[in-house]
C-alpha cells in the first residue's frame, strides 16, 4: 500500500501506519556497526529538525543547502525542511569550492548541512566570497571545527534548538497549508557541457512521479533497500522516496566504495545503480571463470548459457520456457547462480533498477541470465527520474530503456530528438529565463538532446545529440556506444572516444593497473613505472587484440584504429570528470592535446 502524501507529512503519515516497525538502517560516520531507526524515531528526529529550522529563522521557501554524503542526518535535514515548505538543494559530496560558491550564491543560501572534514573545510574556505551564507551545520561529529569559526555547530547541538517540540503547532499549520505548486527542491546539474544549473522540482511533480511509479515498479513493504547512489541523485532520491512510500527498510550506504562489504553485511533486496556497477560484477564474474579450471569452467558457461535461454530467449519475449529447460535451469539457479548471488551479498535478490548511461547489451543478458532482475529505465533530472523503465515480469526487450511511465507523453522530433511532456516535468531552470525557454517547444514540449525512437511501445535510445561525432569523412560516430562495449573488458577502467573532426576513431583509455601489472609480472614484461606499462608495445598489442574483439560488430568506420594508454586516471581535481563520473570531453581533449595529436600523426 503506498502512502503518498505531500512531502511536508510524508514521513509523519508513513509511521502513523508502521509505527516501531524498522525504518532506517545505518553507520554512523566512520563507525562499524550497524544501528536502526524505527519509523516512530524517524518521524520524531524529522519533527525535531522542523522545530529547529524554524528557531534559525527559516522562511516558507527559503533555500537549504546539503553538502553531504548519504547519511540518516541528510534525511532528517531533507524532510525536516520540506516539513515546514523550505527547498533543500543538494550539493555533491564531491563537489569543488568553485562549485559550491557558485550554487550557494545562485540559490542565497543562508543554512548549509555538511557532512565530514573535507565538505566542511570547503565550506569554510568559501564562506568569505557567499553573501548570504550564515550557518554551516555539521553531521560528524569528528570535524574538527576551526578556531573562532562562530557559523559551525554540530548537528547534535542543531537538534537541541529543536528539543520538546515548542514551534509544532506553527508547523502542522504550515503544513496545512502546503501546496503541490511549490518548490521541493533545485538540483544543480553536474555541467558536462558547461556551467551547472539548477533544475526546478516542485512537490507536484514529485507526487506525481511517485503515483506513476508505484503503478509499475513493485518495491514493497517487505524490501529491504540498499541506497547505494548518492542522494544528490535524482536518480537515488526519487528511488528513496518511492521506497518510503512504500514502507520499505533503507539501508543507507555513506561510503560509495564500501558498497560490496554493505551489501554482503546487509542482505538487500533491491538497490538502484548505474550501469557501471554491473559491468564491474561482470567483469569479476568472468575473471573468476578465466582463473578457475577446465571443469568449473565449463560448468559455469553452460550454466550461462541455460541461464540466457531460459531468462532472455523466453521470459523475456513472455514465452514459457519448455519444461526441460525450466527444470535444469532451476536445477543451476539453486546450485551455481545462487552462489553467485550469495557471494554478492543478493541471496534474497528481488529486483534491481539501473539507468543513467547506456547499460551494455552483454552485461543485461549476464545480470538476468545468473537470476538478477535487472530493471532498466531511462530519465533526466528534468523529468524527475522516472521517464520509462522495464516492468518487473512482463516482457523486454534487451537494449531498450523500458515502456513510458502513465502521464509522460513521448513525441520524437524531425531531428530524432526525445521529447517530454508530462506531470513529472521541470518548469525550468532556476535563475534562467533564457536557459528554460530554450529547453521547451513552442507546444510545450521539453527538448532531452537524447535521440531516440519508439518500437512497439517501447523506448530506445541512440545517442546525446550534442555527443554524436562527426569525422573528416563525413561519418558520424556514437562515442558512448563505442565506449559502452570496451567498459565491459576487465582491463578498461575508463575510456574516452576521440572522433570528432578526425578521419579515424581513436581512444584514450585508463587501464585498472592492478591487472595491468598482474599480466606484465606473469609474461615477463619488466617494468618500472605505470609510465613504462602504458608505453610498452607487448602491452599495447594484447590491449588491442582484445579491443578488436571487443568492436567486430561496428562499422569499419567506428572501430577504433589506435589508442593510448594514460598512466593516470581522469579526475574531477583536474575538471575530467563530474560529480556523476560522466567524462567532460572538451577538457579531455585540452588536457590530453599531446596525447591525442599524436595518434593522428602519419
Known sequence: MQINSHLSRLVHDVAAHYGDREALIYKNFGGTEWESYSWNQFSQTVKIVSNALLNLGVKVQENIGVFSQNSVQYLFSDFGAWGIRAVTIPFYATSSEQQIQFMLNDAKIRILFVGEQEQYDKARRVLGTCRTLERIVIYDSNVRIADGDNTAMYFSDFLELGK???????????????????????????????????V??????????????????????????????????????????????????????TYPQQVQQTMKETHPTCMSSVPRFWEKVYMGVQEKIDSSGPVQRKIFTHALNVGRRHNIDYLSKGKRPPMALHMEYELLNKTVFSLVRKE???????????????????????VHSIGINMVVGYGLTESLATVSCNHLGDPFTVGSVGIPIEGISIRISEEGEVLLKGPTITRGYYNRDDLTKAAFTDDGY??????????NGELFLKERIKDLFKTSNGKYIAPQMIESKLLVDKYIDQVCIIADQRKFVSALIIPVYSLLEEYAREHEIAFNSREDLCKNERIHQMMMERIETLQQQLAHYEQIKRFTLLPHAFSMERGELTNTLKIKRRVLNENYKKEIDQMYQE
Open 164 to 198: 520538546g517540540l515548542p514551534r509544532q503547532s506553527e508547523i502542522e499549520t504550515l503544513q496545512q497549508e502546503a501546496s503541490f505548486d511549490e518548490i521541493a527542491n533545485i538540483l544543480y546539474t553536474s555541467g558536462t557541457t558547461g556551467d551547472s544549473k539548477g
Open 200 to 253: 526546478i522540482l516542485t512537490m507536484g511533480q514529485y507526487h506525481a512521479a511517485l503515483e506513476a511509479n508505484n503503478k509499475c515498479v513493485p518495491v514493497g513493504e517487505n524490501d529491504r533497500v540498499l541506497n547505494f547512489l548518492p542522494f544528490t541523485h535524482i536518480f537515488e532520491k526519487g528511488w528513496k522516496l518511492l521506497c518510503i512510500t512504500e514502507g520499505a527498510r533503507l539501508i543507507v550506504n
Open 344 to 366: 554478492l551479498g543478493l541471496e534474497n535478490a528481488h529486483f534491481f533498477p539501473t539507468a543513467g548511461a547506456t547499460v551494455n547489451p552483454y552485461v543485461e543478458e549476464f
Open 446 to 455: 521539453f527538448r532531452t538532446g537524447d535521440s531516440g525512437y519508439l518500437k
